[in-house]
């Protein structure tokens, strides 16, 4: 069964009540997403097989192979998630995503813990990150404005990102501190977007769709401030 505008009841038109549980259970879902991103993140770091391999991927086009794969992965959820309506298929598709994003992040993450001998940088990028995200998430539900028009600006911005990590891998320099703060402005306006969306876009029955979306967002604000603050060090 396809989740089209023809029949489902659009989170807009529905009652009060009907939006406040829409909303508690998108969120809780992002955050079993997080619990689910740790659990997966704690066995992945105890193979040094896994990281090893990781480790190896990081490096000129290997690192883009493993950038096309996620690619794969995440359209591949968000094209699931979208076009059924069997919650058993979307569930599968959020944890393959959560997977994919815990594999990417090993490289990072192994450097952050093991090189400084410490797990608090990732603590404090946690932190913040999460701050950052309910307060820019906030904004979008005290306000109630629509955020739509970012699409186009996220879209170039993306691209011109995406073209920017490609020119670094094949030709190898460091696109510093600056473009790590440009990347989290980027992931906030991605949040601010995506919050909207919860409004003006999904159905009732969307959150797992819903869920995902605002999880994505989440992760990519993780990765670069976790980036930001590996370079003090």
């Known amino acids: 069964m396809e989740n089209t505008l023809e029949n489902k009841i659009l989170l807009s038109t529905s009652a009060d009540q009907v939006r406040v549980e829409f909303y508690k259970k998108t969120y809780k879902h992002v955050a079993g997403g997080v619990l ?3 659990f997966f993140e704690y066995l992945l770091l105890q193979s040094d097989v896994i990281v090893n391999f990781m480790m190896s991927m990081t490096q000129g086009w290997r690192w883009l192979v493993m950038l096309g794969g996620f690619m794969f992965v995440t359209n591949y959820a968000e094209s699931t998630v979208l076009k059924t309506a069997d919650k058993n298929k979307q569930y599968m598709a ?5 997977f994919a994003q815990a594999i990417i992040f090993v490289p990072l993450l192994y450097i952050a ?3 400084t001998e410490s797990a608090e940088l990732v603590e404090q990028a946690a932190i913040v990150t999460l701050a950052l995200f309910t307060g820019i998430s906030a904004v979008v539900m005290v306000t109630k404005k629509d955020f739509s028009f970012l699409k186009a600006g996220l879209t170039v911005g ?3 990102a995406m073209g920017l990590i490609v020119a670094g891998s094949l030709f190898g320099f460091n696109l510093g501190l600056w473009f790590s703060v440009g990347m989290c402005v980027l992931a906030g306006g991605s949040i601010l977007y995506q919050t909207s969306n919860l409004v003006n876009k999904y159905g009732t029955e969307d959150y797992i769709p819903a869920s995902l979306g605002l999880f994505a967002s989440l992760m990519l604000l993780f990765w670069y401030v976790l980036s930001i603050f590996m370079s003090r060090d």
């Open 36 to 38: 689910l991103f740790v």
């Open 94 to 98: 959020y944890a393959l995503y959560v």
């Open 113 to 115: 813990i093991y090189y």
């Open 158 to 160: 993306f691209f011109i």
